[in-house]
């Protein structure tokens, strides 16, 4: 006999399941025009000739699309299967092969630099985690947003540290954080004397090929590694071809190019923790302190932080021709990739923290309601009044007679704002705050209150944009 309790929840199985598809499916397509639309305003407003998008949700690819023009002359449309520079996202991978090595047993983070490199300025006090976590105070060979003339030839890592490496230190080992790429020309250094291997072999055969990267490539060694064209901008004027910078400058600091896809793929293995042990994975993403008990704000070839009470672990890129975007939140299984194709500009960070506020959108279910508000208390408050029943009794209080003759004085020449906006949503003290941009043709104006639970505004402040 049939058990019409199991028949009913096979049927509700049946039923729910579609319509979750169907909901879910929904859902991204919104997502995709969400980004579709960011990406294509960022491109408008800057100038820059294309973006390659991939966003990872749930855990898995969500969406990859790429926007402009990857070449303007003969014009090539953007496609998601074109590699892209990713420049200083590599260091993550340069520190996975260290932590690989580790697993090995063929060295430890706090091994001094000198056991692998002889010669380098205190050397014997400079250990692997202070390269990996900018802590070690070996001076930058690569602080500038251009390509230097002696940039344009080839050059050895031993060289670089030859020349950056044996200088007096900018600071003492762990006293400071300062970025400096000559750190990771040193760490790529470590792992081929440790390993035994030429770097970019170690990194292909030990964690490209594994987690199937199959689209990266050496661009170090082959600038047209990355089949979209970088371009340069000097000013506001054309953008123009950007040049080559010759092999071995990139290297273990920024070698890799790549499709947007397979980089979200890398996203997906990292949250995961698919390729290295755990316990690697912790000293990966833990933030380094120093020796003062200070936070660094960075782990081993990762910035880490909290963006809008969730944990991210990000890096940035950029080599001549390209800037890049890394954005990975391990906790809510979700990564944010964009690659463009111009250097010195921010349009990659831009795109990836505009998708970050539609991905993870703020549930403020008044936040129409609230806005409308904010926006009636502002008009009126350029005329010098405000409906106190609209306030609690400490602001009633701030709104005295000279507050509101200030605020009609400064506020009312501004004339009606031609944007109003809320920027952000949080909770504080027992009450709701939300800020909004107010924008005008030649400035913009932050505003930003203080609701109780009871719907009444405890502050309502405003002040010019910096």
């Not at 960022?42 to 966003?55: F, H, K, M």
């Not at 250990?127 to 070690?136: A, D, E, G, K």
Request: glycine residues 8%; contains cysteine.
């Amino acid at each position: 006999m049939l058990n019409r309790g199991l028949v009913a929840g096979a049927l509700l199985v049946a039923c729910v399941g579609p319509i979750q598809a169907q909901m879910a499916a929904s859902a991204d397509t919104a997502l995709a025009r969400k980004v579709d639309s960011i990406a294509n305003q960022v491109l408008q407003s800057t100038g820059v000739p294309s973006a390659s998008v991939a966003i990872v949700k749930n855990g898995r690819l969500a969406y990859a699309n790429a926007y402009g023009a990857a070449k303007l002359e003969p014009r090539l449309t953007a496609s998601p299967d074109m590699r892209y520079a990713i420049g200083s996202i590599s260091k993550q991978f340069t520190a996975v092969a260290v932590l690989l090595l580790q697993q090995d047993g063929k060295l430890r983070l706090d091994d001094p630099v000198s056991r692998f490199i002889p010669g380098l300025t205190r050397g014997s006090e400079v250990t692997v985690r202070q390269l990996l976590s900018h802590t070690s105070g070996y001076q930058d060979f690569w602080p500038q947003d251009y390509v230097m003339p002696m940039m344009l030839k080839a050059t050895t890592p031993q060289a670089i540290a030859d020349r950056w490496a044996k200088q007096p230190l900018d600071f003492d080992p762990g006293s400071r954080w300062q970025y400096s790429n000559t750190n990771y020309t040193l760490a790529g250094m470590v792992v081929e004397k440790a390993s035994g291997m030429p770097f970019f072999q170690f990194v292909r055969t030990r964690i490209l090929a594994p987690v199937g990267l199959t689209s990266a490539a050496d661009f170090d060694a082959s600038p047209r590694a990355a089949n979209a064209t970088g371009y340069i901008r000097y000013a506001l004027g054309p953008l123009r071809p950007a040049p080559d910078a010759g092999s071995g400058w990139m290297w273990a600091a920024g070698e890799l190019a790549m499709t947007a896809r397979d980089l979200a793929n890398w996203d997906i293995n990292i949250i995961r923790h698919a390729l290295l042990k755990p316990e690697s994975y912790r000293e990966l993403e833990r933030e380094v302190v120093l020796n003062n008990g200070a936070g660094s704000g960075y782990a081993l070839g990762l910035d880490v932080a909290m963006q809008g009470g969730r944990f991210m672990i990000e890096h940035s890129g950029e080599v001549s021709g390209f800037t890049a975007e890394n954005m990975v939140f391990p906790e809510d299984s979700a990564a944010i990739v964009v690659l463009t194709n111009q250097d010195a500009t921010p349009a990659s960070g831009t795109i990836a923290t505009q998708i970050s506020q539609a991905l993870f959108p703020t549930e403020d279910k008044l936040a129409d309601s609230r806005t409308a508000r904010a926006r009636a208390i502002f008009d009126g408050l350029g005329r010098g009044t405000i409906d106190r029943s609209l306030f609690t009794s400490n602001a009633n209080a701030y709104f005295s007679d000279q507050a509101l003759k200030d605020f009609a004085s400064s506020l009312g020449p501004l004339g009606a704002p031609t944007g109003f906006v809320q920027t952000r949503q949080a909770l504080r003290g027992g009450m709701t705050y939300r800020s909004y941009r107010v924008s005008f043709p030649n400035r913009t104006i932050r505003v930003w209150t203080y609701e109780t639970p009871d719907g009444k505004l405890e502050q309502y402040q405003v002040a010019p944009v910096g």
